[in-house]
């Protein structure tokens, strides 16, 4: 039993760091298009490269980014939840 459960978790870890991995690099891409679009419509000044560094630099201490941390914590805390229900409802 407590290996299925050990197995369990260790398949979903897996899961969840792909799924966080692919998430973080697609919220980036999509911050760096979103950069690169306002410095074209409206900052024209300065190095175009050097803004968008710097905005992601502020997108790296965002709480956006520190959301995406939640595919680790959410499907456990519901794994947890449901096996309280099924247990002891």
């Known amino acids: 039993m407590i290996f299925a459960i050990l197995r369990l978790s260790l398949v ?10 692919i998430l973080s690099a697609w ?3 999509v911050r760096r298009g979103k950069l690169a679009e306002e410095w074209d419509e409206e900052v024209r000044e300065g190095d ?3 803004f968008i ?3 992601l630099e502020e997108y790296d201490g965002s709480l956006r980014r520190k959301l ?3 595919v680790f ?3 456990y805390l519901v794994i947890a939840v449901l ?4 247990n002891f409802q």
């Open 68 to 70: 995406i941390l939640g």
């Open 48 to 50: 175009r490269d050097a």
């Open 53 to 55: 560094e710097q905005g």
């Open 83 to 86: 096996v309280y229900v099924v």
């Open 73 to 75: 914590v959410v499907p």
């Open 27 to 29: 919220s980036r891409s």
């Open 12 to 21: 979903a870890f897996i899961v969840m760091l792909i799924v966080y991995f």
